[in-house]
Structure formats: structure tokens, C-alpha cells
């Protein structure tokens, strides 16, 4: 019913920049809330970054004034620009979207992308 496809991630040094995309695609009426999760190997997923449909952003503590997320509700597309990443930004990142179909209601995720911060 619906697809989300990252890309963007990869290996940079500390200080860097990367920007990660997400791409939404299937039966979509409307996505609502959209945003970004990371994962490191044994610990729990956890947001990064969250955006409303109207653009009200919330932002974990250890990536603010670093991350910023945004959406283009035409492209159903979410976008995190992350700068002066650290290596402790290491992890797999998710992204998330709640998409709104014409009979139903699902809370996607994407496969996610590797991004790997070197020291």
C-alpha cells in the first residue's frame, strides 16, 4: 500500500554534513506526521526528528541547533539536514511517515540508511 525509500546516508568525518531523504509513494490520500529515527546496534530506536503537516518541528535534545527536518507535502517527500554531525550520530536512520489512505491508516516505516561518522 505504501513505500518509504531513504537515501542520503553514508560515511563522512566529524564536522561534516550529510542530508538524508525520504520518498513516499503507493495509495496515498495524505501523509500526516513524518519523521526521522536512528538506531544503534543494541539500543532502542529513537527519534531524531519529527515534523507535523503544518511544519511544527520537534527535535531530540542532542541534535538540536544540528538537525533540521522538513517536508514537501507535494512530493510527499521528509528531508533531514544534519551538520556538524559526531561520531556518536553513528546509526542506521528510519524514517517514518503516518500515511492516510482512502479506507485506512498505517504508521510506515523505510528500510533504513547507514550513516556512519567518523572521528
Known amino acids: 500500500q505504501v513505500q518509504l525509500v531513504e537515501s542520503g546516508g553514508g560515511l563522512v568525518q566529524a564536522g561534516g554534513s550529510l542530508r538524508l531523504s525520504c520518498a513516499a509513494s503507493?495509495?496515498?490520500?495524505?501523509?500526516?506526521?513524518m519523521g526521522w529515527y536512528r538506531q544503534c546496534p543494541g539500543n532502542q530506536r529513537e527519534l531524531v526528528a519529527s515534523?507535523?503537516?503544518?511544519?511544527?518541528?520537534n527535535y531530540a535534545d542532542s541534535v538540536k541547533g544540528r538537525f533540521t527536518i522538513s517536508r514537501d507535502n507535494a512530493k510527499t517527500t521528509v528531508y533531514l539536514q544534519m551538520n556538524s554531525l559526531k561520531p556518536e550520530d553513528t546509526a542506521v536512520y528510519y524514517c517514518?511517515?503516518?500515511?492516510?489512505?482512502?479506507?485506512?491508516?498505517?504508521?510506515?516505516w523505510g528500510q533504513g540508511t547507514q550513516v556512519t561518522v567518523s572521528s
Open positions: 503507493g495509495s496515498i490520500i495524505r501523509l500526516d506526521a
Open positions: 517514518n511517515a503516518d500515511v492516510i489512505g482512502s479506507s485506512w491508516k498505517v504508521s510506515g
Open positions: 515534523i507535523t503537516r503544518g511544519g511544527s518541528t
